[in-house]
């Protein structure tokens, strides 16, 4: 490698390429279980049948592999990324407490997979830091499940494009929901909806509650740097609405600087304990992966707005 070669930005670069998740299994040199998650997984032929995988040079299980006759290449479901975790980590049990069958020569087979190879060790090559093993494939299973996508280190779900014809006629908004805005706008109205009613019976409004939290949050706060800050992003309060704050005693101002009084902290802490309770709720109706999805593509899109 050369010396200006960036390691570090190499493998961000690589992380660019959205891959499954898959855990390799096989019987080790004393007949113990082994196995590991790996997302080098790609096919090689049809005829005959062929897949490849790698595995590092410095991993313990090397030499292991290398004397597999036979080995197992699970393609992880989208539910299972606590398997996934589980084959990553070192000096554990990884079988423990799983569901196993089994396969020629002892090889455990997982069960719940997407899909499944179990493969006759055909051929191995250097590549580079990495041994690539050539598996043929002697039989397979396929359940037809989502598969488990690993992207730029985070974990992600497979979302299927809205194949619906034409405009449900029971359902005014069915074709609005096609249009991105639409439905960032549904969701944040339907899930905020118990927090606007906490702002008015509190008489407070969007702009006065982000004017309390950003004061609370801010180490110097400054009004005029906190008022350019959330003019950036929309949410400044009006001259009417910081009147306000004042004239309620939740608000102190001192020399240019601001801070909340007792019962502003109070009714803040409220408020934002509220916002809390009503994320958790939404969020509980998705299962992790569709979070976590959620949360990395509004991230990325936040992102290319502002580039």
Known sequence: MTSDFDAGRFRQALGSFTTGVTVVTAVGLKGEDIGLTAN????????????????????????????????????LASSQEELSGRFARRGEDKFFGLDLQRGRAGVPLL???AARFFCRTAFQYEGGDHIIFVGEVVEFDHKG?????????????LLKPNKSDGIDSGNPD???????????????GLVYAPVNTAFEEQGITVGQYYYLSRIAMAEDPGRDTILRKLEQIGRRPSEVELQNLSERGLVVETNS???????????????????????????????????????????????????
């Open 40 to 75: 080098s997984f790609n096919s090689v032929s049809l005829d005959p049948p062929m897949i490849l995988w790698s595995l590092a040079k410095s991993a313990l299980s090397l030499e292991a592999f290398k004397a597999a006759q036979y080995f197992a290449v699970h393609i």
């Open 111 to 113: 069960d719940g997979c």
């Open 145 to 157: 499940l989502d598969p488990l996508l690993f992207h730029s280190g985070q974990y992600g779900q």
């Open 174 to 188: 069915a074709g609005q929901a096609e249009f991105l805005g639409e439905l960032l706008r549904r969701a944040y």
């Open 257 to 307: 600087a601001v801070k909340l009084s007792p019962a502003g902290q109070e009714l803040n802490m409220q408020l934002a304990s509220r916002i809390n309770s009503v994320e958790v709720d939404a969020e509980e109706g998705l299962d992790y992966e569709l979070r976590q999805t959620l949360k990395l593509a509004l991230s990325q899109l936040i992102q290319s707005a502002q580039s």
